[in-house]
């Protein structure tokens, strides 16, 4: 038997019958006397903890014999005339129990991840009535680590009623992070309900028990993306040498400061005829998501952007062995984008003068290259 359970029983006019509420007491009885004929709705509202409620409110319809029938048809109740004929009935309700299990899987492969780590919180209500995650874990809920099985320990059916966060806190290897949290209800009816991400609850009904699975897919690390960085150096007047000049390209941030850590390449060029144009090209630059998350700039669409100066080697005075050496300074800007679950790139050149303009206007060059005239 089993206490604790709420009723409500409404009359066909929708008014409660006798009282708001009725619960069962320790006996798991709860009885109610003197019902006119009519017709009568029951439906509980509250199951004892690891129960859920009926599926659906009962319809009791009693005759004016005082014989009572029941609606729709179910397993989960069985009424029981009383012998004697002394106009009693027991109405039996058999409430399913209820688990929960919540798991990490490959959301292309579809197995579970293991070794993924998240947080639970409370959801708390402010002065003004509106809803937030709280702002620290629940105690002994803050580092809750998947098995094997990908299952999350200690978020099951043993938690309190109530909402909840549930957020990842770091990925498995390999793959990213979820772009928010995982809200979910745990109601005093014994239900689990998200309040996004809807598709990720499957509930089964399995003789005698209601589970509830949450499944969190992970999308894997988008595969790096290079972007290769060239230009093409000229000499006039006699042929050049293989590696007779060499070439910069440097990270700098938006005020032009060179940016500490940054990207650093350096190329120079092959041998050529005079006048002849020949390419220098520099290792790529390679990008991964956390590239895009962490670039200190985007813009107006939400691409990531880094800035880059290429430019000539200069010898002091500016002069070599007859050779007048390029002053010319060039910004390359490469605008990062995830879209799809991929990262794309695009690169711009630009001639730079110690600033990077607000309105930036590409230079005129041969495609996807740099001309140095010497």
């Known amino acids: 038997n089993l206490s604790g359970a709420v009723f ?127 702002y620290r874990p629940i105690p002994g809920y803050d580092d809750l680590v998947t098995d094997e099985n990908g299952i999350v320990p200690q978020v099951t059916e043993a938690l309190q009623a109530g909402t909840y966060y549930l957020s990842e806190t770091q990925a498995a290897a390999g793959f990213i992070l979820p772009e928010d949290d995982l809200c979910f209800t745990i109601g005093t009816d014994g239900t689990v309900s998200l309040n996004n991400h809807e598709n990720w609850l499957v509930r089964e009904v399995i003789s005698g028990s209601v589970s509830y699975t949450i499944t969190i897919p992970n999308g894997e690390e988008p595969e790096p993306v290079e972007v290769e960085v060239s230009g093409v ?17 440097y990270q700098i941030d938006a005020a032009g400061a060179i940016v500490e850590g940054g990207a650093w390449r350096k190329a120079s060029n092959p041998a050529g005829a005079a006048g002849e144009q020949k390419t220098f090209t520099f290792d790529p630059l390679v990008y991964t998501l956390s590239d895009f998350n962490d670039a200190a700039y985007h813009d107006a669409s939400g691409r990531a952007v880094f800035y880059y100066i290429v430019e000539e080697d200069v010898p002091e005075g500016g002069v070599k062995n007859a050779v007048v050496y390029s002053t010319a300074r060039f910004l390359v800007v490469v605008r990062l984008a995830y879209v799809d679950d991929s990262l794309l790139a695009v690169k711009e050149y630009y001639q730079y003068d110690d600033a990077i303009p607000s309105n930036l206007m590409p230079v005129e060059m041969m495609p996807d290259s740099i001309r140095m005239n010497a």
């Open 233 to 249: 150096k000229v000499l006039t007047g006699r042929d050049m040498e293989a590696g007779e000049f060499t070439f910069s390209l």
């Open 8 to 134: 409500t029983l409404t009359d066909e006019n929708g008014e409660n019958v006798a009282l708001p509420a009725y619960s069962s007491g320790a006996d798991g009885l709860i009885t109610i006397a003197y019902l006119a004929p009519g017709v009568y709705t029951l439906t509980e509202v509250s199951a004892p903890k690891g129960y859920v409620v009926l599926d659906q409110p009962l319809t009791l319809t009693l005759d004016s014999g005082y014989r009572i029938t029941v609606t729709p048809g179910s397993d989960q109740y069985a009424v029981t005339p009383d012998p004697s004929g002394a106009h009693i009935a027991v109405l039996t309700i058999r409430d399913r129990t209820t688990g929960l299990v919540v798991k990490k899987k490959n959301a292309l492969t579809g197995q579970p991840l293991a070794d993924v780590h998240f947080a639970l919180y409370h959801q708390v209500t402010q002065t003004d009535g509106t809803v937030r995650k709280d």
